[in-house]
């Protein structure tokens, strides 16, 4: 007989503030700066988490940064099974007490960066949850999107401005290199705008939910993935500048024996159908994997 599911009352979960902040006191809890720990405490914000991350019966949920347990207890009630990834070990206690009543969880005491997804999931697909440290957002989901992990989705809370980076399209300003890596991965949707009063303590700036649904196959098929980012980084580590001058003076290819010179870009630019003084913010993914092609030909690799 499968175990009853556990649902707590509004009233007692904590996302009342009230509850949140007995804990906090109760256990004498000191908010880390170094952990980004920002608590959420609106009810209404989880429950569009949990909608945005579609989040059912059948679902393994992987959450990274708990914290005290607020959004877990949500999750726990939605998924099939939870394991809560969080690094400081002075909330571990704290989670024992704030999730005890749920059978569906597991609690692991690690930095995610250095976790062994293979050891916790197997080969079973999970869906990725988080409310994310403002400070380690690229790091931890550029982890998850580059291992050749079974995460169908990524949901998580981020910073507003790097959540529109990730969604962000050629010629506008928040386009650059981080939309293009995760647009080669993922299809992202921003769900939800969230305002500084639904944390306790507030953040400095205003934050977003955004899912990430992993592609089956990367978004465009290119001959050299890693010639391609170092193209694409060089083009916004100096976006004022022509594409092929941003490529000529990156030091990632003049570092290189025989290096990149302008007149190998402009000759790529020239082969795919551009103008030789087009800057990278106006491309595409898939004009960056034309450009980058029409270098591999040319004898260029990463």
């Known amino acids: 007989m499968a175990e009853e599911r556990i649902t707590i009352p509004e009233a007692e979960k904590l996302s009342n503030p009230k509850n949140t902040i007995a804990v906090v006191q109760g256990h004498s809890f000191t908010f880390r700066k170094n952990f980004g720990q920002n608590f959420l405490i609106d009810s209404h914000v989880i429950d569009k988490i949990v909608a945005a991350a579609e989040i ?27 394991t809560a990834v969080e690094i400081d070990k002075n909330l571990i206690p704290i989670l024992g007490e704030t999730l005890a009543p749920y059978h569906n969880i597991d609690v692991v005491n690690q930095d995610v960066l250095k976790v062994d997804f293979q050891e916790l999931f197997g080969d079973k697909s999970f869906k990725c949850v988080a409310n994310l440290p403002y400070y380690i957002t690229t790091p931890i989901i550029m982890e998850l999107l580059e291992k050749k992990i079974n ?17 962000a399209g050629p010629g506008t300003k928040d386009y650059g290199a981080l939309s293009l890596a995760v647009q080669y991965y993922a299809e992202p949707y921003i769900a939800a705008y969230v305002p500084q009063n639904c944390f306790i303590p507030r953040p400095n700036v205003g934050s ?13 098929d290119v001959k050299d993935e890693k010639l391609m980012f170092q193209v694409i980084r060089a083009a916004f580590n100096q976006r004022r500048k022509t594409l092929s001058n941003a490529v000529k003076n990156f030091s990632g290819f003049t570092n290189k024996e025989h290096g990149i010179s302008r007149e190998q870009i402009e000759g790529a630019l020239t082969n795919v159908g551009f103008d030789v003084r087009v800057r990278g ?3 595409t993914l898939a004009e960056f994997a034309a450009v980058t092609d029409a270098l591999t030909d040319l004898g260029i690799h990463a």
Request: glycine share 6%; proline share 3%.
């Open 56 to 82: 059912t019966e059948e679902d393994e949920v992987l959450e990274i940064g708990p914290g005290i347990g607020t959004l877990t207890q949500y999750l726990a009630e939605a998924a099939g099974h939870v």
């Open 151 to 167: 995460a169908k989705s990524i949901t998580v809370m981020v910073q507003k401005e790097v959540a529109e980076r990730m969604k």
């Open 208 to 220: 977003a939910v955004i899912r990430l649904t992993r592609l089956e196959k990367p978004a465009v």
């Open 281 to 283: 913010e106006a491309l």
